[in-house]
C-alpha cells in the first residue's frame, strides 16, 4: 500500500514535472515582436539588423528578425510564422509595398499591431504606425546637391530611380524633382536620358502618374546590376553633347555606386557629381576616394530606437507618440519621423567616425 501511494506520487511528480517542462517550451517559443526585413542582399538592411540586435541586447521582451529576401510570398511566410509564435506587435519592412498588404491582414486578424518601418505599405487598412526617416527630404538633398555642384549652363543630367514597388522611391524623386526642375528649366541641366521626364520637364509638380512614367523608365529596382545595365544603355545612346561634365542622380548608395563605375569608364566623361543614400561603408569608401559625391546618412539607430520604443509603448497598452500622417492610398498612416544628413568629403569624420556610427579603420584614406 505504502509503496504504490509512492509510485502514484512519483508519477504525478513525473507528470508534473513535463507539464511545467512543455509550459517552459512553450514560452520558450514565444516571441512578443516580430520583425521583417526585406533582403539580406543590400548592406542597408543589415545595418538596420546589426541596429536591431544592439538595441534589443537587453530588452525584457524577446524578438525574433526575419528575411524575406526580395519575396512578397517568402514576407507573408515570415508573418505567418510569427503569428504563430504569438508575437503581438509586428514591425516590417515591405519589397513590394502594395503586394504586402495581404501579410499585414493576416497579422491585424489576430490582432496584432502592425508597425510599418522605413517603407510604407499601401492600399490597406491593416496598417496601425509607421516609422520612417524624411523621404522627400532625402530627394531635396540629392537633387540640391547636383544643383549646387552644377558647372555652368546645359550640363547633361541623368536621373536614376528606386524600384516602383517601393513607396519611398517616389518619396525620392518627388523631392529630387521639386528642386531639379527649376534648374532644368532655366538651362543649368539638360535631361540626358529619359523623353517621359524630357515630356514633364515644364511641371513643376508630378502626380504620382507621371512620375509613375518616369520611374518606370529609369528605375534601377534598387538592383545594382540593373543599374549598371542601364547606365551602359544611356552612355551608349549618349551623343558627345550629352557627355563632359555631367550631374547624376543616383537613388541610394548601391546603385550609385555602380553607375558611377560605369560613367567612370567613359573617356567622353571629363568629370561627373552623383549622389545617393545609406551611408552604405562601401560608399564612404567611394566618397574618400573621390568616385562618389555624397550620400545622405539615414541614421539607423534613431529609426529602430523608434520602432522599438513604438512597440514597447503597445505592448504596454500606451498610445506611441507620433509627428505626422501619411496617406498610404487607403488610410492616413500616424507616421514618426526622422531627420537625415547630407555627407561628403567634408564631413564624413564628423558625422559618421565621430558620432560613433562607424570605426575610422573601417576605411582607408580617411
Ligand atoms: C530605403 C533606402 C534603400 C532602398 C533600397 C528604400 O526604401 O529607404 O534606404 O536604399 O530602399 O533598399
Not at 542601364?230 to 537613388?251: N, R
Not at 529609426?303 to 506611441?320: C, E, H, R, S
Not at 498612416?333 to 567634408?346: L, N, P, R, S, Y
Request: include cysteine.
Amino acid at each position: 500500500m505504502k509503496k504504490s501511494i509512492k509510485s502514484i506520487s512519483l508519477t504525478l511528480v513525473i507528470m508534473m514535472l513535463a507539464i511545467i517542462v512543455a509550459a517552459c517550451n512553450k514560452s520558450g517559443d514565444k516571441v512578443s515582436v516580430g520583425i521583417v526585413l526585406p533582403t539580406k542582399d543590400e548592406e542597408r538592411w543589415l545595418q538596420d539588423e546589426q541596429r536591431f540586435k544592439d538595441a534589443l541586447k537587453d530588452t525584457k521582451y524577446t524578438t525574433e528578425i526575419l528575411f524575406s529576401q526580395g519575396s512578397s510570398a517568402k514576407e507573408k511566410e515570415n508573418v505567418e510564422t510569427l503569428i504563430n509564435k504569438g508575437i503581438k506587435v509586428l514591425i516590417i519592412c515591405p519589397p513590394d509595398g502594395d503586394a504586402a498588404a495581404a501579410a499585414v491582414e493576416a497579422a491585424k486578424k489576430e490582432g496584432i499591431k502592425v508597425i510599418s518601418y522605413d517603407r510604407l505599405i499601401t492600399k490597406t487598412d491593416a496598417v496601425d504606425y509607421y516609422v520612417t526617416f524624411d523621404s522627400v527630404e532625402v530627394g531635396k538633398a540629392q537633387g540640391q546637391y547636383l544643383v549646387d555642384h552644377a558647372k555652368g549652363n546645359g550640363q547633361p543630367l541623368y536621373l536614376y530611380a528606386g524600384a516602383a514597388t517601393d513607396n519611398n522611391a517616389f518619396l525620392f524623386f518627388e523631392g529630387a524633382w521639386s528642386v531639379l526642375q527649376p534648374k532644368i528649366k532655366d538651362g543649368t541641366f539638360k535631361i540626358a536620358n529619359s523623353a517621359e521626364a524630357v515630356a514633364l520637364q515644364g511641371k513643376e509638380t508630378l502626380s504620382r502618374d507621371e512620375m509613375s512614367k518616369i520611374v518606370g523608365q529609369v528605375t534601377t529596382s534598387w538592383d545594382p546590376n540593373e543599374a549598371k545595365n542601364k547606365a551602359q544603355t544611356h552612355l551608349t545612346a549618349a551623343g558627345a553633347d550629352m557627355k563632359g561634365d555631367v550631374a547624376i542622380l543616383g537613388p541610394n548608395d548601391g546603385t550609385a555606386r555602380a553607375i558611377a563605375d560605369v560613367f567612370a569608364t567613359d573617356k567622353a566623361v571629363t568629370s561627373y557629381v552623383i549622389s545617393g543614400q545609406d551611408a552604405d561603408k562601401a560608399s564612404i569608401q567611394y566618397i574618400i576616394e573621390g568616385k562618389q559625391s555624397m550620400t545622405v546618412f539615414k541614421d539607423v539607430r534613431t529609426l529602430v530606437k523608434d520602432a522599438i520604443g513604438m512597440a514597447v509603448d503597445l505592448l504596454d497598452g500606451k498610445t506611441p507618440a507620433t509627428t505626422g500622417e501619411y496617406d498610404n492610398k487607403k488610410i492616413k498612416v500616424k507616421a514618426k519621423q526622422t531627420k537625415v544628413i547630407v555627407v561628403d568629403k567634408g564631413n564624413v569624420r564628423k558625422e559618421l567616425i565621430d558620432s560613433g556610427y562607424y570605426k575610422a579603420d573601417d576605411f582607408t584614406g580617411l
